[in-house]
């Protein structure tokens, strides 16, 4: 009888396509899909380590379930992020464990997976592996999917763990590209999600991120086009103007700010300063009219100081975004800031985003009456 397999996903996007090919991988050799833990004989957690928090969670979830777990007849493992980052460090934390499988070896999980129903499997090599491998036919999604584009990063952010676990940045062939989203178009998908941890960096041979927007544009039958994220220091008014021209490309931007304060921004090597930052959104708004502007920010990075914070809360305001995620920052092992002294303290952190959150809501809630002012007015204009 097929063996069945039960895949959770933790943290983003690209986790969630590298599940998704993961899922596709092991249907293609038989196995069934089961819908909860309970019923499967395999289950995996696909797991995020860029904040602690998320991490712990998802090892308490799984330690949950080992403690329940009759010997020998099902396979629990760890793959992904996590399983990069603390390597035979979970079978310590996790005695019950059998199988450890890091990002650049989830093409090999049929393999070892069969192997760890003899004995217990650690894969964590190679995290650099080149991507064409990295195909699987399976979709979730029968209207909306995300399209891998690169993987990696080469930015080393001092608080950011993804280029120590994904490795280094490496683009896919724009026609690889341009082929998957034709045959995803054969099966009904209109709505695609471009996905790297820095799509504004994506090169290959003399084609960039623009140009790949121009060539997903002119696919038939696509009807939307979004892409995810974006680094403040590669994006350029070229990009802006492709945003605007592109029929199909979203007016969407992701930005992600960290922090407003000069001071802050050097700490954490982005690469630019609040007002390059605030020119290029200044620009990005001009350029696309109805633009839709996200970002990201991270409190209680070393050192920050009221002075700081109150330079990103200054920031926010000049900036108004229409959404953001805020998040207290969390130590990594490994990054340039872990060894970084004057951590601020907890209380100060929940502060801190407690503020930023509350500032962040009332402008997201401001610019939506607006905007829907606007488009009432129109609308009484036209009638
Ligand atoms: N602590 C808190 N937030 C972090 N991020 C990345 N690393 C950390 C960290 N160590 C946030 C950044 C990034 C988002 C995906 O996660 O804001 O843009
Ligand atoms: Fe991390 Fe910075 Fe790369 Fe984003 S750009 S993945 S924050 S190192």
Do not use: W
Not at 143 to 166: A, E, L
Not at 252 to 262: A, E, I, R
Not at 284 to 293: Q, S, V, W
């Amino acid at each position: 009888m097929s063996k069945k397999i039960f895949l959770r996903t933790f943290g983003c996007q690209m986790n969630d396509r590298d599940s998704e090919f993961v899922m596709g991988l092991l249907l293609e050799k038989g196995y069934l899909k089961a819908e909860s833990p309970e019923e499967a004989d395999v289950v995996l957690f696909n797991t995020c380590s860029v904040r602690k928090h998320a991490e712990d969670r998802a090892i308490s979830n799984m330690g949950a379930f080992l403690k329940k777990k009759r010997r020998h007849l099902k396979i629990y493992g760890i793959i992904g992020c996590s399983a990069q980052a603390l390597k035979k460090g979970l079978f310590e934390r996790l005695p019950d464990l059998d199988l450890i499988c890091g990002t650049g070896e989830i093409a090999k999980l049929p393999e070892l997976i069969v192997k760890a129903f003899q004995e217990k499997i650690i894969a964590v090599g190679n995290i650099n592996r080149p991507l064409p491998e990295l195909k699987s036919t399976y979709r979730q999604g029968k209207k909306s999917t995300h399209v891998s584009i690169m993987r990696g990063c080469d930015n080393f952010c001092s608080y950011c763990v993804v280029p120590y676990v994904r490795g280094r940045e490496r683009s896919r062939k724009a026609e690889d590209i341009t082929s998957e989203i034709k045959d995803l178009v054969r099966r009904g998908i209109k709505d695609i999600m471009l996905l790297g941890q820095n799509v504004n960096s994506y090169k290959d041979k003399t084609c960039n991120f623009v140009e790949l927007l121009k060539l997903v544009n002119d696919v038939k039958g696509i009807e939307k086009i979004t892409f995810f994220t974006s680094h403040p220091k590669d994006a350029t008014v070229k990009l802006f103007e492709a945003i605007r021209d592109l029929d199909k490309v979203r007016k969407h931007l992701h930005l992600p700010l960290q922090s407003g304060s000069n001071r802050i921004l050097k700490l954490m090597n982005r690469g630019y300063t609040r007002e390059k930052y605030l020119d290029l959104v200044t620009r990005a708004k001009h350029i696309i009219p109805g633009l839709f502007l996200g970002t990201d920010m991270i409190v209680g990075f070393p050192s920050e100081s009221d002075k700081d914070f109150n330079d990103t809360l200054d920031l926010v305001k000049k900036v108004r975004f229409d959404g953001a995620y805020i998040f207290k920052y969390s130590p990594r092992a490994g990054t340039g800031a872990a060894g970084m002294k004057d951590e601020v303290s907890e209380d100060t952190k929940k502060r801190r985003h407690r503020t930023l959150l509350d500032l962040q809501r009332e402008i997201s809630k401001r610019k939506k009456h607006e905007k829907a002012d606007r488009c009432h007015a129109s609308h009484s204009l036209s009638r």
